[in-house]
Nanobody
Framework: QVQLVESGGGLVQPGGSLRLSCAAS????????MGWYRQAPGKQRELVAA???????TYTDSVKGRFTISRDNAKNTVHLQMNSLQPEDTAIYYC????????????WGQGTQVTVSS
């Protein structure tokens, strides 16, 4: 089992920034596709950003230009830099890890709360 631990969440004012981090416990971290998902109360969990083993990235439309996902394979970590935060970004943010392959399981962290409010 892959262990994932998120950190960096908190309370921030609109227009502010936060940097989320996810530490992974696996000997083959560089092989994983890593992602950040979020879930707000009463809403479905959605993909926010993802980064492949080849450093290809994807973002949901609502965060393009504001969020940046990155990975540090030497430290087994993935980060989400969140700028120009808005109240609608308020959610629990989850780290995700998955190897390519049919039937491979998703691994999830415990989540970290991000609240954007005045």
């Amino acid at each position: 089992q892959v262990q994932l631990v998120e950190s960096g969440g908190g309370l921030v004012q609109p227009g502010g920034s936060l940097r989320l981090s996810c530490a992974a416990s696996t000997s083959i971290f560089s092989m994983y596709r890593m992602g950040w998902y979020r879930q707000a109360p009463g809403k479905q969990r959605e993909l926010v950003a993802a980064i492949t083993s080849g450093n290809s990235t994807t973002y949901t439309d609502s965060v393009k230009g504001r969020f940046t996902i990155s990975r540090d394979n030497a430290k087994n970590t993935v980060h989400l830099q969140m700028n120009s935060l808005q109240p609608e970004d308020t959610a629990i943010y989850y780290c995700n890890a998955r190897l390519y392959g049919l039937g491979r399981p998703d691994y999830w962290g415990q989540g970290t709360q991000v609240t954007v409010s005045s």
